[in-house]
């Protein structure tokens, strides 16, 4: 067999890769990553070089690359079958997984729905909500069932996804094809969309959601939260109490709660799920990113035990869920699972993660008092810089400028992997980090905006 070339490859790339996310213009002019390889927290390119991969593979690698018991529990899995459906049959590494995830979850999370993403997580959650819906109120009531979400909630692409999300670059393009859902305010308390403060504000964001369900009254199925962190608006950290205010509004109004942990489970701001750290439990939990360590697609929504025993009954009530994808429950997936949900059972690397969160801060805090950086956001070990122009009156940058992109360019150089949301640097990190890569960061960081603004 007779490799390509790098050259090649880079030729084939530009030539017939259409990449997600990607203005292929300035792709194509930016002399982009070709990663070959990777090793611990380094991804290597096809040049050689090694960059310390700080946006962790898009958020889902946990534990580094190349981790021998994660490799070597989907060698072992490839010895025994690769695929097989769970359509009406079942496959050992998914049961298995399936128990573990439910043995983990908070409490009272018993059954798993696998998929193969986070947007295919979320929408078994969406149409699981419906169909509880209909199947404990009737038609009529499911018919006027609607959606509740937040503004700059992101919860993925696919068009329900879409529907419950709420960041204008990514959404707004597709309006007219999306499903009409009710939206909340962000809890950004940098640019409060209520004009508040905190504290003074007694979170009057979370009061939009309590008057929105009372408005609505019953005919809410459902509401979308991510815990912890509103991630892809740029890493938005929610304030303490707006989780378990939004949760017992829903109780009271019969709708269910989503925890989308797709971002934050897996400890990667602290906890096993962000969740429990506000001692909320959802109805539905959505997981997908760090499931897997970040090695395969490989999603779950975890549901109650009282949500799955409302879709039991005679095959011909019709009551069982309709929904699945031909991949769901990957053995392969499955087994990466399993294997790095043991690497996570002694609880060292998460205990650790505080700590490393308050080395990252201590490290970027000669940063909070550059001219053009507004505010830095952090929630364990996910991070957001958010640059700005004018830092008394938070004006930003005009998206012409490309400024987040020009200063995770000169990262690059630095060879520190980032990829910013607009003009907020976004930093997360695997849980393996070590203290001296920590730095390493933070001092590309603060060379890069030295470069992009000048000293
Ligand atoms: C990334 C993300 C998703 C979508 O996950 P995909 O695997 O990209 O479909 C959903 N919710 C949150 C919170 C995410 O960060």
């Known amino acids: 067999m007779i490799l390509p070339t790098g050259s090649e490859l880079r030729r084939w790339d530009l030539e017939h890769l259409w990449h997600p996310f990607t203005q292929m213009t300035e792709y194509a002019a930016s002399d982009p990553l070709m990663v070959v390889a990777g090793e611990g927290n380094e991804l290597i390119d096809d040049r050689g070089q090694r960059y310390l991969d700080a946006t962790s593979a898009l958020w889902c690698n946990l534990l580094g690359h190349r981790v021998s018991e994660i490799d070597e529990a989907v060698r072992a899995q490839l010895d025994r079958i690769a695929h097989s459906t769970l359509l009406g049959a079942t496959h050992s590494s998914a049961a298995e997984l399936a128990r573990r995830l439910a043995e983990i979850a908070p409490a009272g999370l018993t059954h798993v729905f696998f998929s193969d993403d986070g947007a295919t997580a979320i929408e078994a959650a969406l149409k699981i909500a419906f ?24 919860h993925g692409d696919t068009l329900g996804a879409a529907a419950v999300g709420g960041v204008a670059l990514f959404h707004e393009t597709f309006r007219p094809i999306l499903l009409p859902t ?7 308390c940098y640019r409060c969309p209520l004009g508040l403060e905190r504290p003074s504000c007694a979170l009057a964001c979370a009061g939009t959601v309590e008057e929105i369900l009372e408005r609505e009254d019953g005919r809410v199925c459902a509401v979308l939260v991510e815990p912890g962190v509103q991630a892809a608006a740029g890493m938005l950290v929610l304030p303490e109490g707006f989780l378990p205010r939004v949760a017992a509004a829903c109780r009271r109004h019969g709708a269910l709660l989503v925890a989308d942990e797709v971002a934050t489970g897996f400890g990667r701001t602290g906890s096993l799920f962000a969740c429990t750290a506000e001692g909320v439990v959802p109805d539905l939990m959505c997981v997908a990113k760090g499931l897997t360590g970040g090695y395969l697609p490989i999603a779950a929504t975890l549901a109650t035990d009282e949500i799955y025993r409302t879709f039991l009954g005679r095959y011909d009530e019709y009551r069982h869920f309709f929904h699945g994808h031909t991949y769901t429950g990957n053995p392969l997936g499955c087994a990466a699972a399993l294997a790095t949900l043991r690497l996570l059972a002694d609880g060292r690397l998460i205990a650790d993660v505080p700590r490393k969160a308050a080395l990252l801060a201590d490290a970027l805090l000669p940063l909070a008092i550059h001219r053009n950086v507004g505010e830095i956001r952090q929630a364990g070990l996910m991070c957001g810089i958010e640059l700005v122009k004018d830092r008394v009156t938070k004006t930003g940058f005009a998206p012409a400028e490309r400024v987040g992109h020009r200063v995770c360019l000169e990262m690059r150089r ?5 990829r910013p949301l607009g003009d907020v640097i976004v930093i997360v990190l695997p849980l393996t ?7 390493r960061v933070a001092d590309a960081l603060s060379a890069a905006l030295s470069e992009v603004f000048g000293g």
């Not at 009710?182 to 950004?188: I, M, R, V």
């Not at 980090?433 to 730095?439: L, S, T």
């Open 414 to 418: 630095q060879r520190v992997y980032i």
């Open 182 to 188: 009710l939206k909340a305010a962000s809890p950004y």
């Open 131 to 154: 169909q509880y819906r209909l199947l404990t109120k009737g038609a009529a009531a499911a018919e006027k069932a609607v959606y509740l979400s937040l503004e700059n909630g992101y």
């Open 433 to 439: 980090v070590r203290d001296d890569e920590i730095q």
